[in-house]
């Protein structure tokens, strides 16, 4: 199995920066992406970006695009999600999650039911 512990959340006003981190563990060998997903109240899941271990491939839902930046650090199975210029309606519940499946269409790591195991979530607040 794999693990993943979110963190980085908090109470921020709009224009602000934060940046979450996804510690993974377990069967980290097995992992071929981590997505980054949000869920405000009352809304379903959403993809906000997504990033390959083993290539340069990134993705960001069109809502972040130019504001949130994926990275990672292979050696130390981290994913982090800098976000920056902060809006209200960025306001959520973030889960990072891990995939061990592998596509060529690129667009399959947006989609919730790719992958396989999610962290706890942490909250991100936008004031306004």
């Known amino acids: 199995q794999v693990q993943l512990v979110a963190t980085g959340g908090g109470l921020v006003q709009a224009g602000d920066s934060l940046r979450l981190s996804c510690a993974v563990s377990g069967r980290t060998f097995t992992s071929v992406a981590v997505g980054w997903f949000r869920q405000a109240p009352g809304k379903e899941r959403e993809f906000v970006a997504t990033?390959?271990?083993?290539?340069?491939?990134?993705d960001y839902a069109d809502s972040v695009q130019g504001r949130f930046t994926i990275s990672k650090d292979n050696a130390n199975h981290t994913v982090n999600l800098q976000m920056n210029s902060l809006k209200p309606e960025d306001t959520a519940v973030y889960h990072c999650?891990?995939?061990?499946?592998?596509?060529?269409?690129?667009?399959?790591?947006?989609?919730?039911?790719?992958?396989?195991?999610w962290g706890q979530g942490t909250q991100v607040t936008v004031s306004s």
């Open positions: 990033i390959k271990w083993r290539s340069e491939y990134t």
């Open positions: 999650a891990s995939t061990s499946l592998t596509y060529k269409i690129g667009a399959y790591y947006r989609a919730v039911r790719t992958y396989d195991y």
